[in-house]
């Protein structure tokens, strides 16, 4: 009710100011007296907003209507509205269309995929695209969970499983799917860049932005860019990973493994890489790499999957970097090969 009770204002807005500023300029003709500057300069502010209103109106009806798109950090309402209608959960509050049981069948291989946003599917519409599902239906053989949920860390994707384990969650292989942006909760200028962002509006924009999707959208893509151009994002996965932030993301990859190992699991990894600007970050990729060999750990890097293709074909859209479908397929290929080759033939049933 409320969603339409916004928009037939926001419709109606061009029928009062347009009839206002009829009325205005007749006003000025029957009137025949000389128009002074400042009547001028009000009688065309009105034009104006009668005018944007009409082009309001238009983008309002799209967003509102008929636009289904995700954004790359979910805060306009479209984006929330995208996760309303594509993010059904399961038994476990995780994303999937099957429930999960706690306790292992005999008869299969459980792989459990511990991820963030990548795993969940951020940005994918239909479920069975992303590669967790893909491997599910590839290999009946297996039982394929995802414990993922966007936002998550090494960290906290550390106490996802770890509660999950306290419900007596069985495990055999756990893959840990590690975003190369992951580091961020040891970066400081990340916390600076999200505690701007969470600074609540001043009205009547705020006004604005709870009741227009137009304007919602407009003003968060405006000031991601504006943030962006300030410089948090300057060299500063180079810097993270080549310093104090680095040494924390380790002990917490060490915890992580720790967790896992304590709890009869095997252990696993891959890494994804950044989508936007896909074939960078090859120096960082190659110190994760030889981390995980250090570690004696199976390791899948990503990168030379995605690196052939444009960032525009791995993308979930423009204002979203999460992977597509067809960049889920392409983890998914390599993943498959990954878990065959390596993964499954160093950890026998348990």
């Known amino acids: ?54 082009v309001l109106l238009g983008f309002e009806t799209q967003l509102r209507l008929f636009y289904d798109a995700s954004d790359g950090d979910n805060r306009t309402r479209v984006s929330k509205r995208w996760f309303e209608r594509h993010w059904a959960r399961n038994n476990f509050h995780l994303r999937d269309n099957i429930d999960y049981e706690l306790r292992r069948r005999l008869s299969k291989r459980r792989i459990s ?53 306290g419900r007596g969650y069985e495990l055999d292989v756990v893959v840990l799917a ?33 009741h227009s999707y137009a304007v919602d959208t407009f003003y968060y893509r405006a000031q991601t860019r504006f943030l962006y151009a300030q410089g948090y994002w300057n060299d500063l996965y180079e810097r993270a990973y080549a310093g104090p932030a680095w040494q924390e993301q380790q002990l917490a990859f060490r915890r992580f493994r720790r967790l896992v190992v ?11 890489p950044t989508l936007a600007g896909v074939e960078g970050r090859r120096e960082i990729l190659d110190r994760i790499e030889r981390f995980w060999a250090g570690e004696g750990v199976p390791h ?15 993308v979930a859209n423009p204002h979203d970097a999460h992977p597509n479908s067809f960049a889920q397929r392409l983890a998914a290929d390599a993943i498959e090969r990954f878990l065959l080759e390596r993964v499954l033939p160093e950890n026998p049933p348990r």
């Open 113 to 165: 995929f511990v991820g963030d946003s990548f795993t969940a599917g951020h940005g994918v519409p239909n479920v069975e695209a992303r590669y967790v599902n893909l491997l599910r239906a590839r290999h009946p053989e297996w039982e394929v969970h995802s414990i993922a949920i966007h936002g998550l860390e090494t960290e906290t994707e550390g106490g996802l499983l770890a509660k999950y384990l």
């Open 1 to 54: 009710m409320r969603e339409w009770a916004e928009f037939l204002c926001i419709a109606l807005l061009p029928v009062v100011l347009g009839l206002a500023t009829l009325r205005f300029f007749r006003n000025r003709v029957r009137g025949r007296e000389r128009v002074s500057a400042t009547t001028l300069v009000a009688g065309n502010a009105l034009l104006l907003l009668a005018l944007s209103s009409v």
């Open 262 to 272: 304590d709890s009869s699991g095997g252990f696993a990894t891959l890494t994804f």
């Open 178 to 210: 590690y975003y190369l942006e992951n580091i961020g909760r040891y970066v400081p200028e990340l916390a600076e860049y999200f505690e701007r962002a969470a600074r609540p509006l001043p009205q009547p924009l705020r006004f604005l932005v709870d």
């Open 300 to 314: 899948l890097d990503l990168l030379p999957v995605l690196e052939p293709y444009a960032s525009r074909e791995l």
